[in-house]
């Protein structure tokens, strides 16, 4: 595999973890619990749709093929998205939302850090920029998780579900493969599985003060990566890509 | 205890130099949580450079039936108004 081509299959499978994840963040958009976290929980989606936006931007420019943006984002179909499960999984409840972004975020906030020093000088300025937005998800999740996990007797059970049903899905966050290894070795991006340790510590330190316990995990769910995706995709882009598909290239 | 969420007061602080003003509420369970939502809510523009959240229950607020002696007795001192002696030009703005 040629650096050109694992640069390609980062930064694809990194927007379409943005976007999907910021998708479904701004299906709360009207729904969530109270309003400060209706305006929280769009907040973050912009930051990921943004970081989304610059990472199929540069995916453009790498591939050579005249694909924009939008190309990339509405003209895909779900086989064709390498986003990982776990960002995929729907909202259910507000416990579930927020530990998918503490998990998501505990991981893309090293990662962002040390692709700060990547080769590729457009990802180290998406990387400058989207460190200090992750850094604010991490805390925004992380809080509510504490609050919820040591709080009453039913936020305690949902977040106890939460982390029974989202908890599997986490492993794929860490998986190495050609593309990686590749990047890895021109110092085009840091190594996933590199950033085991300070997510583990992260999550560890937020479930201690949320009484929560970390499972174990025998049977990890895998598979976004290599475009095979759970039911929920499909009906997550059917919306979204709607418009787009309604009307070629309309615009504002 | 009441299951009512607490709420926060809000101030910001524009940029360097500018005291923290008043800009509105938040509901919160805690200080954290409130300074946490005063930031989603108020700086989304890019308002801000320091937030402050104080709980509402601290402040100490003047009855509006009171107004009328609390504040009606200002109103026809004009005098207390700088305006009775003139500025020289050399001064500039003030």
Request: charge should be negative; aromatic fraction near 8%; hydrophobic fraction near 40%.
């Given at each position: ?5 694992a ?10 973890d ?52 939008d ?48 080769t ?8 400058g ?57 021109a ?5 996933p ?38 039911e ?21 | ?65 009171s ?28």
């Open positions: 595999m040629t650096e050109r081509d640069l390609f299959t980062l930064l694809i499978r990194l927007a379409d943005h976007l999907v994840l910021g998708h479904r963040l701004s299906e709360w958009c009207g729904h969530a619990p109270m309003l400060e976290e209706d305006l929280a929980l769009p907040n973050m989606a912009l930051d990921l749709i943004g970081q989304a936006r610059s990472l199929y931007a540069r995916a453009g420019e790498v591939e050579g093929a005249g694909r924009t943006e190309d990339y984002a509405y003209l895909r179909e779900e086989r064709g998205f390498r986003n990982l499960l776990l960002v995929e999984r729907p909202n259910g409840d507000f416990a579930r939302t927020v530990l998918r972004n503490l998990y998501f975020a505990a991981f893309m906030r090293p990662w962002w850090e040390a692709a700060q020093g990547s590729d000088g457009t990802l180290a300025a998406i990387a920029k989207a460190v200090k937005e992750s850094a604010y998800h991490v805390r925004h999740s992380a809080e509510w998780a504490i609050r919820l996990g040591d709080g009453t007797e039913e936020s305690a059970r949902r977040m106890k579900e939460a982390v029974e049903e989202l908890h599997p899905y986490t492993e794929e966050l860490f998986d190495r493969d050609e593309a990686t290894e590749t990047l890895a070795a110092g085009l991006a840091p190594d599985a590199a950033m085991r340790p300070a997510w583990d510590e992260a999550i560890r330190a937020v479930f201690a003060e949320a009484r929560l316990e970390v499972p174990e995990v025998p049977y990890p769910l895998r598979g976004g990566r290599a475009g095979l995706h759970t929920h995709l499909g009906h997550m882009l059917a919306p979204m890509q709607y418009l787009a598909r309604a009307h070629p290239g309309a615009s504002w | 205890m009441s299951n009512e969420t607490p709420l926060w007061e809000v101030f910001i602080r524009p940029r360097n130099g500018l005291a923290h003003r008043h800009c509105g509420s938040v509901h919160a369970a805690d200080a954290t949580l409130a300074l946490q939502a005063a930031r989603d809510v108020y700086t989304r523009r890019g308002e801000g450079f320091s937030v402050w959240v104080v709980p509402s229950a601290a402040i100490t607020a003047s009855d509006p039936v107004k009328s002696e609390m504040f009606e007795p200002a109103e026809t001192k004009i005098y207390r108004h700088p305006t009775f002696y003139d500025i020289p030009d050399e001064v500039g703005h003030m």
